[in-house]
């Protein structure tokens, strides 16, 4: 006798189903499953369960959402400090500061206070030099709310303060020592904050003294020294490490190549155990940023062949490297990879892709990338304009400008440099003019120092050299080194002489080491024909030791960039180039001439 199959029933199941499905939820960046569990939810009326309703904003947080997670919290009749700590979280994390603090006054006034949670979330919105008092106000808060007890809260505030520069980093000191009770995160939040500050002898002073390091602790000091590029330490901190991550291996990477030892860099990368898509990014820029196209492609083949998927922080980073060093052919093969891994959608590689080609000289195919662009920001089109402007297109540029404001897009202080710098390119003076006092009168925007050292730049080239002085004179900043360059670089062009000797004493006077100042000077008097003005300035030169380095020629080929000075014998065929070189500057034999005739 067969028995029957028992069936489960399918309510259970279902069930069962729905509340795994829920215990994922705040985990779940994918925004079509997260849709169809919020569909479910409100079907079963469970749209109001302060439980869910936290879980549910997590995920479009993930899913950048923040308009249907808002949506979810107001469908919320009577919401809790969780469910407003969600929402804090949410914008924070989605880098959205000002509707976090927005938020949290709100939730003040629904008769809510703020806990232990509420404080990190709101420190976690802060980031940068402009937030440090924000975050004293903070620390006020906190302190008067004696939430200290909670070490979560300290650890975050420690955190907060060594984003917000060498003043927060102080604060952070500060606060630090005065921690009764410290944990492993306390002593790596602050590890972290010296090293971004760059402050690696404290940084290694307080690793040093740490009662207990874990991975964190080693990599953080390790990237600390590899930023700073003193790769003897780093490699001497590498070798004593009780463990080694891929994080380790490729910081370690990492440091080489931006030291510019791509030797030792790619040894590094030979041992490495095991190794990710970011440590393959990081060597193949590294060989782009140098120009080594051949070597670069190589590896593009072996990232290829090892099965690695290659993903949009990978594309952006090496397109970047392209970009650096021109190297179109690698960046051109970058993007046929884009296409084959559907990476087209990302607006961050699009902008990358465009910047590339705009920056290896390519504008036809930047144009393509741009027009081709489903929705463009505020990037894409300061990128297009600034390769225009770069390229000699000004014109171009303008109209763009033009067409960018039709669309609605509002121009920001980095459009304007492209502005300027596409009016100064097209030699058009009076409209560099207008479009600069634009900035304040038409879209509010203060012009920085670099918006006035192009205004300055586009008058001097346009031999206009009183009304840049008195814009220099008139400024409510203190004009820098790079606009009394400009200046001189004007009096070079149209041979001030007497203006050029001002320009340089306040050169001098900001930045005394520079070589190329008194040489600029030197040339001026030269085409003048002011040979004692000559000798005075190279004797003077010579008298403070400063000299000026040779000058270097490069030449683009198929496997990369060559580069040379003057007698260079660095290049790995210098024999056979110079001797190239001396049979065309020796004259033929003219027996050979004769007999050839």
């Known amino acids: 006798m067969t028995s029957l199959p028992v069936r489960a029933p399918s309510l259970v199941s279902s069930r069962r189903i729905f509340e795994e499905k829920l215990h994922e939820l705040p985990r779940c960046a994918n925004l079509t499953h997260v849709k169809q569990l919020h569909a479910q939810i409100i079907r079963r009326n469970l749209h109001q369960d302060l439980t869910i309703a936290p879980k549910l904003i997590s995920a479009l ?17 009577q919401p809790n400090v969780h469910l407003c700590n969600s929402l804090i979280r949410a914008h924070a994390l989605n880098s959205q500061p ?22 990190p979330f709101l420190l976690k919105a802060c980031s940068g030099q402009s937030w440090f008092p924000v975050v004293k106000m903070i620390h006020t808060h906190i302190e008067k709310l004696g939430l200290w007890s909670d070490i ?20 952070a000191m500060k606060l630090f020592v005065k921690m009764g009770e410290r944990d492993t995160v306390s002593w790596n939040s602050m590890l972290g904050g010296l090293v971004k500050a760059g402050e690696l002898r404290d940084a290694r002073k307080l690793f040093d003294e740490m009662p207990q390091r874990d991975l964190i602790s080693w990599n953080t000091m390790l990237d600390g020294y590899a930023r700073c590029r003193d790769m003897s330490n780093a490699f001497e901190l590498f070798k004593v490490m009780p463990e080694r991550s891929t994080v380790s291996w490729s910081t370690l990477v990492m ?48 990232m290829v062949n090892a099965g690695l998927r290659f993903d949009a922080a990978a594309a952006i980073s090496i397109l970047a490297a392209c970009a650096e060093s021109g190297l179109l052919s690698l960046g051109m093969r970058v993007h046929s990879m884009i296409k084959r891994c559907n990476l087209g959608s990302s607006a961050h590689v699009l902008n990358a892709l465009l910047d590339m080609y705009a920056k290896c000289g390519s504008i036809e195919k930047a144009f393509d990338v741009f027009n081709n662009m489903s929705k463009k920001d505020l990037v894409s089109w300061n990128t297009m304009l600034q390769g225009l402007g770069v390229h000699g297109h000004g014109k171009e540029a303008l109209e763009l400008f033009s067409s960018m404001r039709r669309e609605g897009i509002r121009p920001d202080k980095v459009t304007f440099i492209a502005v300027l710098c596409s009016c100064n390119h097209a030699g058009l003076i009076d409209e560099g003019i207008d479009y600069f006092y634009s900035m304040e009168k038409v879209y509010g925007l203060v012009p920085e120092i670099e918006h006035y050292g192009c205004l300055v730049d586009l008058l001097g080239r346009g031999g206009r050299l009183l ?12 004009p820098n080194v790079v606009i009394w360059g400009a200046l001189l670089g004007a009096c070079r062009m149209h041979n001030e002489v007497d203006i050029a000797k001002e320009v340089l004493d306040n050169l001098v006077r900001l930045d005394p080491s520079d070589p190329g100042n008194y040489s600029l000077l030197s040339n001026i008097y030269a085409a003048a024909e002011d040979w004692k003005g000559v000798a005075n300035i190279r004797s003077k030169m010579k008298s ?15 496997d990369g960039k060559h580069e040379f000075t003057v007698f260079d014998k660095s290049h790995p065929d210098s024999d056979q180039i110079y001797q190239m070189l001396s049979s065309l500057i020796e004259p033929p034999d003219t027996g050979e001439l004769v007999a050839a005739g």
């Open 152 to 171: 979560y809260v300290p650890n975050a505030l420690i955190d907060c303060y060594s984003r917000c520069g060498g003043l927060g980093v102080k604060a």
């Open 61 to 77: 947080s993930l899913c950048r959402q923040l308009t249907l997670a808002v949506r979810v919290f107001n469908q919320v009749q």
């Open 544 to 558: 403070m030791g400063v000299e000026k380095p040779s000058g270097a020629s490069s030449i683009r080929l198929e």
């Open 98 to 119: 000002y509707q976090a603090f927005s938020f949290f006054f709100e939730m003040q006034r629904f008769g809510l206070y703020a806990d232990n949670f509420t404080y």
């Open 255 to 302: 440091g080489y190549s931006k030291a510019g030892d791509m030797e030792m860099a790619r040894i590094m990368f030979d041992k490495m155990p095991v190794k990710n898509v970011v440590t393959w990014t990081i060597i193949i820029a590294g060989y782009a940023e140098k120009g080594l196209v051949k070597e670069a492609d190589e590896l593009v083949d072996q």
């Open 467 to 478: 009304e840049a002085i008195k814009v220099v004179q008139t400024m409510p900043v203190e």
